[in-house]
């Protein structure tokens, strides 16, 4: 009889163990993956802004998503960029709900240090740009902060 209880233990354990690993490691790869998530939509946030600050207006203005093309035209867009003086920029705000990101932080020019927000979308496999917050340059399209 005691040796039936040895065994029942040693297989609840050993099953106690297989079940934790497996949680260890699903709770770890959907880290991960929440994770690199933040990391894309903030990755897609600098490349704009790179391209910003080295004027290549067109390459910025094909990150928007169709319908911030729409509320913006890229005229509109290359007058309010063309000489911008942006020299650094940094995000410390990632969110990603579903298909929609947010980036936030801040950006240098020759005036000082202002807010800057972006709000993407996930569309046919690319972050793109659904509306951002510049500070002093303006805000077009939705720009929402998540809520936790």
């Known amino acids: 009889m005691m040796k039936r209880w040895g065994c029942f233990g040693l297989f609840l354990l050993i099953g106690f163990g297989i079940c934790s690993v497996v949680s260890v490691v699903g709770g770890i790869l959907l880290f991960r993956g929440l994770l690199d998530r933040g990391r894309e939509v903030g990755d897609r946030a600098n490349v704009f802004m790179i391209a910003l600050r080295d004027e290549k207006l067109d390459d ?3 990150m928007f998503t169709p319908d ?3 509320l913006q035209s890229r005229g509109n867009f290359k007058e309010d960029f063309t ?3 942006f020299s650094d920029w940094k995000f410390n705000n990632f969110s990603v709900q579903d298909d929609v990101g947010y980036v936030a932080g801040t950006a240098v020019d020759e005036e000082g240090s202002h807010f800057v927000a972006f709000q993407l979308e996930y569309r046919n496999g690319a972050w793109a740009i659904s509306g951002y917050n510049m500070g002093t340059f303006g805000w ?3 720009v929402i902060a998540p809520v936790d």
């Open 60 to 62: 910025a203005y094909t």
């Open 68 to 70: 911030l093309q729409e």
């Open 83 to 85: 000489g911008n003086s």
């Open 140 to 142: 077009v399209g939705t």
